[in-house]
Structures are given as structure tokens and as C-alpha cells.
């Protein structure tokens, strides 16, 4: 099988990497600042920021899509669909991704709250 130059990138990694250029035959291949992996957001730095970001806009999508498309407001309706859309996107190689930073994990629970509040105002829906 031959490789796509084309998709081949290097990402450095450390502090301290001297930033060698790499070859596929006789092309050089392009570094990178950031890649994704099995839908992991990894960048040079090893800081996971950006994943926690795009896990919690994709989270608050879904979120947002379950409120405006479910007729039933009832609790039993929206917190099953909830628990098995929303929390497989927080929880995708959390092992990996472990937000590091307070301001990384704060932005995680506010979706988790925001779901929690979603589901609160729901058993007091007048529909």
C-alpha cells in the first residue's frame, strides 16, 4: 500500500524537540502544530484546551438539538436521550484527554449543569 504524502504531517512534541525535518521518499513532510486521531484533538503541546472545547460545543449542540426537536417533555423522555447522546461526547478517551486545566474542567460541568438544568425545567414545563 502506499502512503498519501499529502496526509502525512509531523507534530513535534516537548519542550525541547530540535525539530528534525522528516522525509516520505524524497519529500519533505510538513509539520504540524495540531492533529486529530480517532476524533482526539492533539496539539504540539500536549495541552488538551482545545479538545475540551470542541467536546463541549458538540456536547451543547446536542443539547440544544434535543430540546428543540423532542415533542415529550417529560423527564422520562429527555434524560434517557441526554445519558445516550450527550454523555458519550464527554466521556470519548477521557483517559487520554484528561482535562488538565480548572478552566478546562469548568467548561465540561457547565455542559454537564446545563443538562442537569435542561432536565429540571422540564418536569416544570406548562407543554
Known amino acids: 500500500m ?13 519542550k525541547k524537540n530540535v525539530r528534525h525535518q522528516y522525509r516520505l ?6 509539520p504540524s502544530s495540531e492533529e486529530k486521531d480517532l476524533g482526539v484533538l ?4 500536549m495541552t488538551m484546551s482545545q479538545q475540551c472545547a470542541l467536546v463541549a460545543r458538540k456536547a451543547n449542540g446536542i443539547l440544544g438539538c434535543v430540546g428543540k426537536s423532542v ?6 423522555v ?15 478517551c477521557i483517559q487520554f484527554w484528561a482535562p488538565q486545566f480548572k478552566r478546562d474542567r469548568e467548561l465540561l460541568e457547565r455542559v454537564q449543569l ?3 438544568k435542561d432536565d429540571s425545567r422540564i418536569g416544570t414545563s406548562p407543554l
Open 114 to 116: 446545563k443538562g442537569n
Open 71 to 76: 415533542a415529550s417533555r417529560s423527564r422520562e
Open 78 to 92: 429527555i434524560l434517557p436521550l441526554c445519558s445516550a447522546l450527550v454523555r458519550p461526547q464527554l466521556e470519548y
Open 25 to 30: 521518499g524524497v519529500d519533505l513532510l510538513e
Open 2 to 14: 502506499r502512503f498519501n504524502r499529502e496526509k502525512c504531517n509531523v507534530l513535534h512534541l516537548g
Open 42 to 45: 492533539v496539539d504540539s503541546k
